[in-house]
């Protein structure tokens, strides 16, 4: 999970593309790069971190020029540690290059030794977008053969592209002297959409916060295996690149990594965490009476729509007994297992009177590695809660995810090979209650009926892509970007 943007314009773009990845910041926190072009020429900033500390006045003003891309890095493989691996990526050939990529290539390993082998080119870094920026390139001088760039020439290589990559991937390309070509793969497993502005910018963002929060309308999300080429001037053209497509979002999305004031595939991410609140309520009914509960209490920040409603629907109180440090990162996205477990208490601080002589139902959005569950039961327990009661909004997460969530090690998620019973043992909460997977989908698919589906593998096992065996797992594992230290813990992380 990353955050990409991309801006064609008649004015500087390097001051919109900042504040559009300050609105997509939550999607990646490892670190931050921008790339303008002004003429033919390119300018390019990118280092590890978030993107007000990257970017001073003087970087800034590095950049000049009236079409840009940008992006925020959430690495899922590959290697964190290195500035390399931040993008946008860079080819010099054809024309010139630069891209930036959302997702993550189950194929990156052949794809590499294809274009060593049969391409002849050289790639520098682990990451699977320096192999896509290369394939792309490729593609793009077999179907210009020498000559100038035309519009036919980059669907025809966008559809020679989606027929080599396997995974989830959205992308936007720079291509020098020419405009900004952005695709998505054939199930539309990453997000990318696309807006204007009133002065006629157009603007193409993993989110439409993105856009809105920059004032540019939202048009439309690009849809699964389509292409869309915007020339330097703003004239844009579409074209469907793909033999086969479904939509097929990452469910996730709406879960936990998107933003609640996002459309996403005409779903409004809010409504749809209202919806899975719905149906966690018939959940908690038949597991624990609410009778027995006095408050319903969320996890900041992602699960207080579904807390909201699960309250409303029972009739209980709502409180929030949590105090969120907004300046520590998601811990989800922390790199190395003992950083995300000791950051608990950093982020989160409970408030005492809302827990004591209690019995609290807290309400994640997910549990996924369980250490920070556990800790946070233990915290409502440290401020005097009689019964301490846990609901996620989404199923157990069972499953590696290989299409660009870093949950890829069946190790990892406390939920793999265990009952709920054992489960609950672990975290030490008093009763435990999961969302149901097909009610999971049932509520988020209904707010959009041309959704024909989801991604979401990690709760049910079943990759849409259809080509995913337990030795690919072994191998994306082998080149995850996460090194796990050494921590009693960290199995269940």
Wanted: a negative charge.
């Amino acid at each position: 999970m990353c955050g990409i943007v991309g801006v064609v314009s008649t004015a500087p773009v390097n001051q919109l593309i900042y504040d559009a990845l300050l609105l997509l910041q939550h999607r990646g926190q490892d670190a931050a790069g921008i790339v303008t072009q002004e003429g033919r020429k390119f300018f390019m900033h990118k280092a590890k971190g978030m993107v007000r500390d990257v970017f001073r006045t003087r970087n800034m003003r590095a950049l000049p020029g009236n079409v840009g891309l940008g992006q925020v890095r959430y690495p899922t493989a590959g290697n964190a540690s290195s500035e390399e691996e931040a993008q946008p990526f860079y080819v010099n050939a054809p024309f010139g290059i630069y891209m930036v990529h959302n997702g993550n290539l189950t194929n990156a390993k052949q794809l590499r030794e294809e274009l060593v082998s049969t391409d002849h080119r050289h790639t520098n870094t682990e990451s699977d977008s320096e192999v896509l920026v290369n394939v792309l390139a490729h593609e793009l001088a077999r179907a210009t053969s020498g000559a100038p760039l035309k519009s036919e020439d980059v669907f025809k290589a966008v559809r020679a592209v989606h027929k080599r990559l396997k995974g989830s991937y959205a992308v936007i390309a720079l291509i020098a002297g020419y405009g900004l070509l952005a695709f998505r793969d054939p199930y539309g497993i990453r997000p990318l959409c696309m807006g204007k502005s009133a002065d006629g910018t157009v603007m193409l963002a993993s989110e439409s916060v993105a856009l809105e929060g920059t004032l540019h309308q939202l048009e439309r999300d690009i849809a699964p295996g389509e292409a869309v080429f915007i020339r330097d001037d703003g004239h844009i053209e579409i074209e469907q690149c793909a033999e086969s497509t479904m939509l097929h979002p990452c469910v996730f999305e709406y879960v936990y990594l998107a933003r609640p004031d996002s459309v996403m595939d005409g779903i409004s991410v809010y409504q749809a965490r209202l919806n899975m609140g719905e149906t966690l309520a018939k959940r908690v009914v038949s597991t624990v009476p609410p009778s027995e509960i006095d408050a319903i209490i969320p996890i900041p920040e992602s699960s207080r729509p579904s807390a909201m409603q699960l309250a409303q629907l029972l009739g209980l109180p709502y409180r929030e007994g949590f105090v969120k440090n907004r300046y520590v990162g998601r811990t989800f996205i922390m790199p190395g297992q003992s950083t995300r477990k000791k950051s608990v208490r950093q982020k989160l601080n409970a408030i005492s009177s809302e827990f004591k002589g209690r019995r609290v139902l807290l309400v994640d959005d997910s549990i996924v590695r369980g250490t920070t569950s556990k800790e946070i039961v233990q915290m409502a327990r440290d401020a005097g809660a009689v019964k301490v009661y846990l609901a996620s909004a989404a199923p157990p997460v069972r499953y590696p995810n290989v299409y660009g969530i870093d949950m890829p090690t069946k190790t990892e998620l406390v939920a793999h090979g265990r009952t709920v019973e054992e489960i609950r043992q672990v975290i030490g909460c008093d009763a435990l209650i999961y969302q149901d997977v097909d009610a999971m989908k049932q509520a988020v698919g209904k707010i959009n009926p041309r959704v024909q589906g989801f991604e979401a593998s990690c709760f049910d096992g079943e990759y849409i892509t259809g080509d995913i065996s337990e030795g690919d797992i072994n191998a994306i594992n082998a080149g995850r970007n996460e090194t796990v230290e050494d921590d009693e813990d960290a199995t269940l992380a």
